[in-house]
């Protein structure tokens, strides 16, 4: 096997990134404390076609050394907006009309693997601080919760750990439901 080189890898630029299509999915960083957690949801986004990132609170915002240490230009590529507080970012969306569910642990959450987002919802997903989670006022706001299962000692993962099992996972299914009604559409045809 041979490793492929950049340049035979066929991404995109930054200015195709703007102008492709994107997943209906919006990531909400509820008081995110560190930069390399920020960088490397920018850089998430950017591999999965994410519409926008809100940065609320405490979390730092473009440019900064140290976001762009882990995005390696991700932060140039996605779009992003800051607000100073979390309820507002739900607030927006929601009026906006995204679905916006919580990454937390928290009574009648849902697992990972059961939720199915329907086919054309627009998405907001809020991933909250490091220690503290997503702030219970903002919970409360949100439609709902999705937690990760998980097996081990520890009660949770880094957020940008979080933000790949949850971007991946949110990015194949939606998909799945574009492609099914594609094949349905064809199948009316």
């Not at 990134?17 to 920020?38: A, G, Q």
């Not at 969306?93 to 995204?98: C, D, T, W």
């Not at 997903?125 to 220690?131: A, T």
Request: proline share 4%.
């Amino acid at each position: 096997m041979r490793k492929l080189r950049n340049s035979e890898l066929n991404r995109l630029t930054v200015d195709e990134f703007k102008e492709t299509s994107k997943t209906p999915l919006i990531v909400v960083l509820d008081n995110i404390r560190s930069c390399n957690n920020v960088g490397s949801v920018f850089r998430t986004s950017d591999a999965f076609l994410i519409e926008k990132i809100y940065l609320c609170g405490i979390t730092a915002t473009p440019p900064n050394k140290e976001i762009h240490k882990t995005a390696l230009d991700a932060e140039k590529s996605v779009e992003w907006k800051y607000l100073e507080k979390t309820e507002d970012a739900v607030t927006e969306l929601k009026n906006a009309g995204f679905n916006v569910y919580a990454i937390e642990q928290v009574e009648n959450s849902i697992s990972l693997p059961d939720f199915k987002p329907e086919a054309n919802e627009k998405l907001a997903i809020v991933f909250g601080n490091e220690v503290k989670g997503v702030q219970p006022k903002v919970v409360n706001l949100c439609d709902g919760s999705i937690e990760i299962p998980q097996f081990g000692t520890k009660h949770s993962f880094n957020i940008s750990v979080s933000a790949g099992i949850i971007l991946w996972d949110l990015f194949q299914k939606m998909n799945e439901e574009k492609n099914a009604g594609k094949l349905r559409l064809k199948k009316l045809i």
